[in-house]
Structures are given as structure tokens and as C-alpha cells.
């Protein structure tokens, strides 16, 4: 499909009956670039199932203020049509009295619903489920479940895993791909064509990243949700997984650049949300960043008996940062992963030690080489001990470079432990502090080194 480019205004019911043969997403795309209230009038015009098919896309930008701007009974009828977790999505942005207003015009399936799943934490596997699945009985057929799947399958968020319930208690006994189904003679009972393992379930308080890592593992379309007594409650299909996974990681960048996690797209976030959300990590870093200064004060005495050490701050400060920041992606993601468990933090320690004392003595050697080749070359002199400057500076950034090796993967462990998510250890945040104490470290090993000659 070629993006549908508009030069001019053009009538909503124009360039509505333009979209009308385009896929939902490419529509989706074109109402993102129009005002909330062409928008609404848009989809005022499409057809009825189709405009359903585009408000169930997490990807229609101003979905609430859209709504809010149809006429009420038309409203009732789309959401009554959406998937129950988008609608849940959706109520979750709308303000009150709207919100309410809305949920009494919906109908009772899906009211009910609705309430069930807004009342789920944030981050939780019961928050992106949906209760639209199929279930049948054990006592059914093959057969007498492939026609109830044609009558129903309109209705639901998929047909690819249906789900098999002991009609005694409710209890799910097992999970049939719809493959399966299908290669199934109509006569054989549905347990017959059943894999024979048990079927994988997560539970509705479980976070969303164990159903997208049990999703991976085990190769699913989707996987059902269940409560103690291990009733399916929803199910988490493959695609909703995948939101929740992009919109994370887009907050966990934004994270960990420094920043508060946007809510809305770039494009759409108003000029005072933006100062706000980027101007507190700004402040707290600033403020961090003067203890740098009150380090460098410390040793003010040293800085004016050997001024050439303050030729090499900036390179000690940032390969600290560096390092730290390193190692602060790399167990970010190890933990989400679940690679590593808060258990692990020694091994890890184990493994950042020689691999930081590695890493700076690669530096420490560059940088001594650099100091040799300008002195000899004549491309600036160091003064008469220019190589006890280069030790200096060789063994400090071994030791800078070890210490935030080791603190920037510390650092997310720590943050797990006492409950924060460990994406808001920012890679400004770590090369603060590293900076800090690679200052001390630097001065410290000037000290030891230069003591009897510059010092």
C-alpha cells in the first residue's frame, strides 16, 4: 500500500471512502496524521466493522480524545465491538465523568470484562490479557468444536489455541492447536488430538515479562491465564506481548538516556510535559555532577603543584563513565532476560573483576603509549617526569576503569533488590558517580606515584 499523501483538506467522508479498502494499520497511519476531531469524523464515516477493526489498534494515536468526540450511541456500539483489553486500554486515558458515562453504555459482557481487567496492576501479565478465547468441554468432538469455532470466531482474539476444560470444574486440562484441530477426524473426541504434555500457563499477577519469556520459549500464539484453582481467565496472545515489550523497552531507553519515560509519542507530547519529564533527571544530575567539582576542590593543592594532571580529567572521567554505563546495559538486559537472578550478583562480580582490571590495562597501556609518542615525537612536553605522569595516568585508569565495570554492574541489582525497576539506573546516573570517584581515584594514585617529584 503507498501512503495516502494529502496536499490539500479533503473531506472526512472522502478521504474516508479513500481508506475504506486499506488495511487497518495503513489507516491507522493516516488518521495519526489528522487532528482528533477529523479523526473521529473519519471513522464516523467508514463502515461500521471497519471502523471497530481501527480503534482496536494500540497503534491509533489519540485513541481516548478521539472517542470522546463521537456521538455517544455510535461509541457504545465500537467499543462493544473492540477486544475487551483495548477497551481497557482505552479507559484507562479518559478522564472522569467520560470514563463513566462510557462504561454504562456498554453492554454487560463487556462491562464486566472491562472491570475485571483494569483492576490488574500496571505491569501485569492480567493487564494485556483478554477474555475473548475458546474454550470447550473434554466431551466435545472434533468436530463439534470446529463449528462452534465458525460461529464464535468473529468474536474472538483468536482461534489459533484452543482451550480444553474439565466441564466439572472448570479446570484447564489441556491447550490444542488449531493445526492439530483441523488434521482431526470429526468423530474423534478433542482430547484425542490434544498434545500430550501440560498445557503452559502464567498467572494474571505474574509480570509481563514471564509470559513474553515463556511465549519465546515455548514457540506459542498465545498462552492462557490462570487463576489459583487454575481456571483460564484470559490469554495473552503473541502480539500483545509484543506491545507491551516495545512499549517497555521505549520506556526503559528513555530511562536510562535520564528522563522520565514518555507517555505519549514524541510528536504529540505537549512543549510543558516535555520540560517537566526531562528537566527533573537534568536537575538531580547537575546536582550530582557538582560533587565533581567539590572532588576536584579537595585536591586543588595537588592541581596547582602539577597542573599537567588536568590535561588527562576528561579522559579519566569519561573511560569511568563508559565502563560503568557497559556494564549497566549489559545486566539490565541480562536480568529482564532473566540470564541472571538477583542470586547471581556475586558470580557477576567474579566476572566484571578480571574483565574490568582487562579492560583498563588496555586503556591504561593506550594512554601510556599516547604520553610516550607525543613526548618523544615532540608533540608537547610532559615536564622532566612526564613518564611518572604516564604511570600515573596508566594505573588510574586501570583502576577507574575496574570500579565502574563493578559499580555500573552493581548498580541494577541493588535497584532490584529494594524494589525499583533497574532501567532507571541511567547511563548519566552511572557515569556521575563513576566520575566522582574516578576523581578520587586518579588524585589518589597522583599522590602515591608523584609524591617526591610533582607532589
Request: charged fraction near 20%; aromatic fraction near 6%.
Amino acid at each position: 500500500m503507498t501512503d495516502t499523501v494529502i496536499d490539500a483538506p479533503v473531506e472526512p467522508a472522502s478521504l474516508a471512502a479513500r481508506l475504506a479498502e486499506e488495511s487497518a494499520p495503513d489507516i491507522v497511519e493516516a488518521l495519526n496524521r489528522e487532528a482528533p476531531e477529523v479523526a473521529a469524523a473519519i471513522l464516523l464515516s467508514l463502515p461500521h466493522d471497519r471502523a471497530v477493526e481501527v480503534l482496536d489498534q494500540p497503534e491509533l494515536e489519540c485513541a481516548p480524545d478521539i472517542i470522546e468526540m463521537l456521538p455517544r450511541d455510535r461509541v457504545a456500539s465500537f467499543l462493544s465491538g473492540m477486544s475487551a483489553d483495548r477497551v481497557t486500554d482505552v479507559f484507562k486515558e479518559i478522564e472522569e465523568p467520560g470514563r463513566s458515562d462510557l462504561r454504562t453504555r456498554l453492554d454487560a459482557e463487556t462491562r464486566g470484562a472491562v472491570d475485571k481487567l483494569i483492576a490488574y496492576p500496571e505491569e501485569s501479565v492480567g493487564s494485556i490479557m483478554t477474555t475473548e478465547f475458546v474454550a470447550v468441554p473434554t466431551t466435545w468432538t472434533v468436530g463439534l468444536t470446529l463449528d462452534y469455532i465458525r460461529k464464535v470466531e468473529r468474536t474472538r482474539e483468536t482461534v489459533y489455541s484452543i482451550f480444553v476444560l474439565d466441564p466439572r470444574t472448570g479446570a484447564l486440562a489441556k491447550a490444542v492447536p488449531l493445526r492439530r484441530l483441523i488434521t482431526g477426524h470429526p468423530e474423534d473426541t478433542i482430547l484425542s488430538v490434544a498434545p500430550n504434555r501440560r498445557p503452559v500457563v502464567v498467572s494474571a499477577d505474574a509480570s509481563r515479562n514471564e509470559a513474553a519469556r515463556l511465549i519465546s520459549k515455548y514457540d506459542l500464539l498465545a498462552i492462557p491465564v490462570v487463576d489459583a484453582s487454575n481456571h483460564v481467565v484470559g490469554i495473552v496472545t503473541v502480539d500483545d506481548v509484543i506491545d507491551a515489550m516495545i512499549q517497555k523497552q521505549t520506556e526503559d531507553v528513555q530511562r536510562f538516556g535520564g528522563m522520565e519515560a514518555l507517555d505519549e509519542p514524541y510528536m504529540s507530547i505537549n512543549f510543558l510535559t516535555m520540560i517537566r519529564k526531562r528537566a527533573g533527571w537534568l536537575c538531580v544530575l547537575f546536582l550530582s555532577e557538582m560533587l565533581t567539582a567539590s572532588a576536584m576542590q579537595g585536591f586543588e593543592g595537588e592541581l596547582e603543584k602539577a597542573l599537567v594532571l588536568t590535561l588527562f580529567i576528561p579522559l579519566i572521567m569519561s573511560s569511568g563513565g563508559n565502563s560503568g554505563s557497559q556494564a549497566t546495559s549489559l545486566l539490565i538486559r541480562a536480568l529482564a532476560l532473566h540470564q541472571v537472578r538477583l542470586s547471581d550478583w556475586w558470580r557477576v562480580a567474579l566476572r566484571e573483576i578480571p574483565a574490568g582490571l582487562t579492560l583498563g590495562a588496555i586503556l591504561g597501556t593506550i594512554g601510556v603509549v599516547r604520553i610516550v609518542i607525543w613526548q618523544k615525537l615532540g608533540f608537547y612536553d610532559y615536564g622532566e617526569h612526564w613518564f611518572l605522569v604516564a604511570a600515573t595516568v596508566g594505573t588510574a585508569l586501570v583502576g577507574i576503569v575496574l570500579f565502574g565495570s563493578l559499580t555500573g554492574s552493581m548498580l541494577p541489582f541493588v535497584l532490584q533488590r529494594v524494589g525499583f525497576d533497574p532501567a532507571t539506573a541511567s547511563a548519566p546516573f552511572v557515569a556521575t558517580l563513576v566520575d566522582v570517584s574516578g576523581l578520587v581515584i586518579y588524585f589518589t594514585v597522583a599522590l602515591v606515584i608523584l609524591k617526591g617529584t610533582l607532589l
